[in-house]
C-alpha cells in the first residue's frame, strides 16, 4: 500500500530472542486526522515496508487513469514513500503528496525525481482548494478510513481540493470476495528481498471479523528469528455503500471497476475501482 490508515490503536511488536520490545502507536483519526502506526512513521521501519511493497499493475492503472487528462494537477492522498506520486510526476503531472506519516515522507523525498514532486505531510485538510484536477488513493487508503465520519470528512476534504468537474480515483476491496480469508500463514506468505541480500518472510494474518470491519496482523519475519507484527484495521465497504458515500460529498461516480484490466465488479479480481466527478453541490 502508498500509506495505511485505521481507527484504533496499532501496535508493533520487535520479538528479538529471549526478550519483547513493545512499540505502540495511536492511529485514531486516519487521513482526515490523526497519526499512524510505526510502520510508517518508525524510521528504522519504513524501508521494509518501502521494499515490501514495489511498483504493481495498480500503479500502472492508476497512471494510466491519470493520463487522462494530460498535464493534470493531481492530488495523492496518502502518497506513503512517494511510490505512486513520483510514477506520475515522471509521466508528466504536477503532483502534490500528502500523508500524514513524516517518516515515510522524508523517504519520498530521498528517492530520485522527487525534486519535481511537492511533498506535505498532512492529512486531506491540508489540501488547498480548488487546486487539483484529479485525487488519487491508492493501495487500498480508503478502506483505512474506518469510521463512517472519517471517511465522510476526507471526501468532503477531496471534493474541496479539486476544481469543478475534477476527478477522485481510488481503490477498495470488493467485500464478496471475502479477501480475509486468504490472510493467513500459508495463502499469503511471501519472501521480500532486503538490499542486503537476506530475504524477510511476510505473511497477513486475519485476527477478527466483524461485520464489515475486518482486522489483521502483518508479520514480518526476519533471518535472524526476530518478528515484527503491525496489527491493523480495514473497512470492507460494499458497492452501494461506496456510491451512496460519494453522492453525499457531491460527486458522481462515472465507473466501479472489478479489476485492474477494467473488468465489471464481481467479473475482476475482488476489487472496487472507483472513478467519480466532482459536482457541483445542491
Not at 102 to 109: G, P, T
Request: net charge negative; aromatic share 10%; glycine share 10%.
Amino acid at each position: 500500500m502508498g500509506c495505511g490508515l485505521c481507527s484504533g490503536v496499532i501496535t508493533f511488536i520487535l520479538v528479538p530472542h529471549p526478550f519483547v520490545t513493545n512499540v505502540s502507536g495511536d492511529r485514531r483519526g486516519g487521513y482526515s486526522g490523526g497519526v499512524r502506526d510505526g510502520e510508517f512513521n518508525d524510521p528504522s521501519l519504513v524501508p521494509l515496508y518501502d521494499v515490501a511493497f514495489p511498483w504493481s499493475r495498480a500503479d500502472d492503472f492508476f497512471v494510466a487513469a491519470v493520463n487522462e487528462t494530460p498535464a493534470a494537477r493531481v492530488l495523492d492522498l496518502g502518497c506513503g514513500t512517494g511510490r505512486l506520486a513520483l510514477g506520475l510526476s515522471a509521466a508528466g503531472h504536477v503532483v502534490t503528496g500528502i500523508d500524514p506519516a513524516s517518516a515515510s515522507i522524508d523517504v519520498a523525498r530521498r528517492k530520485p525525481g522527487a525534486d519535481a514532486v511537492t511533498w506535505a505531510v498532512g492529512t486531506s485538510r491540508a489540501a488547498p482548494a480548488e487546486s487539483f484536477d484529479v485525487a488519487v488513493m491508492s493501495s487500498h487508503v480508503a478502506q483505512f478510513l474506518v469510521a463512517d465520519h472519517e471517511w465522510a470528512a476526507a471526501l468532503a476534504d477531496l471534493r474541496r481540493a479539486l476544481v469543478p468537474g475534477g476527478r477522485l480515483i481510488f481503490d477498495s476491496r470488493d467485500p464478496a470476495y471475502r479477501a480475509w480469508e486468504a490472510w493467513n500463514p500459508l495463502d499469503s506468505l511471501r519472501m521480500v528481498d532486503q538490499p542486503d541480500g537476506s530475504a524477510v518472510r511476510v505473511w497477513n494474518e486475519g485476527t477478527s471479523v466483524d461485520g464489515d470491519v475486518v482486522d489483521f496482523t502483518l508479520h514480518y519475519r526476519f533471518p535472524d528469528g526476530r518478528e515484527l507484527l503491525s496489527s491493523s484495521t480495514l473497512r470492507f465497504r460494499s458497492e452501494k455503500e461506496i456510491r451512496s458515500s460519494l453522492h453525499e460529498q457531491h460527486f458522481a461516480v462515472e465507473h466501479i471497476f472489478g479489476g485492474w484490466k477494467r473488468e465489471p465488479v464481481g467479473a475482476g479480481e475482488g476489487e472496487f475501482i472507483v472513478a467519480a466527478r466532482a459536482v457541483e453541490g445542491p
